[in-house]
């Protein structure tokens, strides 16, 4: 572990794993270091904020407050920790100590269906079954979660349209009858249709750096 920080370092690298992802895994760090994963990686130097954590599923008050201090990065896959049965992270105690807390897939061994759009809904859906709260997470966050913090994890300097950043845009067919009605005003529906009703077969055009691609 120490050596994969020296390894980032050298070479300018950032660093990706996963933590606390089951009991299983907090068990063995207790067992073998006496400490809870993230104090363990804490002591290895491998916190930070070139340091992206996916899962963070058993994390207790304490371990998000190391996160948030040290600046590390959280990848929740809600989609696969529901099919694994490993339970859901605490993402709205992660937001509120300031943790940048991104979306991810887990691969197509634990999700199948490499979509974020879908990984945006079942967030939502975790996170408001696990409290029992339907504001729990709003759609708002998610999708933020899904753009600007995902870009922020990364360190990509996107995620927001405004002058000096990277031209990168996802365009939707916002004509398909499942994205319908759109209601604009006092009631406007345009973020709920993105994140409740539209898919990846719903993306028209993709533009990296101001490049279609």
């Not at 509120?96 to 897939?105: D, H, M, P, S």
């Not at 945006?120 to 696990?130: I, K, P, S, V």
């Given at each position: 572990m120490r ?13 990706h794993?996963h933590?606390s ?8 760090a207790?067992?073998r270091?006496g ?9 290895a130097d ?6 992206l954590?996916?899962?963070?599923v058993?994390i ?5 407050d ?7 990065h959280v990848?929740?896959?809600p989609?696969t920790?529901?099919?694994f049965?490993?339970?859901?992270a ?7 100590a ?15 269906r490499l ?5 945006m809904?079942?967030a939502?859906?975790l996170?408001?079954l696990?409290a029992?709260d ?5 759609t ?6 899904a ?6 994890a990364?360190e ?6 405004l002058p ?7 365009m939707i067919?916002m ?11 006092d009631?406007?529906?345009l ?13 028209d055009?993709?533009?990296v750096?101001?490049?279609r691609?």
């Amino acid at each position: 572990m120490r050596g994969m920080r020296e390894r980032a370092d050298q070479f300018h690298v950032r660093i990706h794993g996963h933590m606390s992802e089951h009991q299983g895994e907090v068990d063995y760090a207790l067992e073998r270091w006496g400490k809870r994963p993230p104090e363990a990686m804490a002591n290895a130097d491998l916190l930070g904020p070139d340091v992206l954590l996916a899962h963070c599923v058993k994390i207790n008050k304490n371990d998000i407050d190391l996160l948030a201090q040290t600046g590390t990065h959280v990848v929740h896959n809600p989609i696969t920790n529901m099919k694994f049965g490993s339970g859901g992270a605490p993402v709205p105690d992660l937001l509120e100590a300031g943790v940048t807390v991104a979306l991810g897939t887990d691969g197509l061994l634990s999700t199948y269906r490499l979509d974020p759009f879908e990984t945006m809904r079942q967030a939502l859906n975790l996170q408001r079954l696990l409290a029992e709260d339907a504001t729990a997470l709003s759609t708002f966050r998610a999708l933020e979660m899904a753009i600007v913090h995902g870009n922020r994890a990364l360190e990509n300097d996107g995620g927001r349209l405004l002058p000096g950043l990277k031209a990168d845009l996802t365009m939707i067919d916002m004509r398909k009858p499942h994205l319908t009605p759109r209601s604009v005003g006092d009631h406007d529906n345009l973020i709920a249709r993105l994140v409740w009703s539209a898919c990846a077969a719903d993306v028209d055009t993709v533009i990296v750096d101001g490049s279609r691609v």
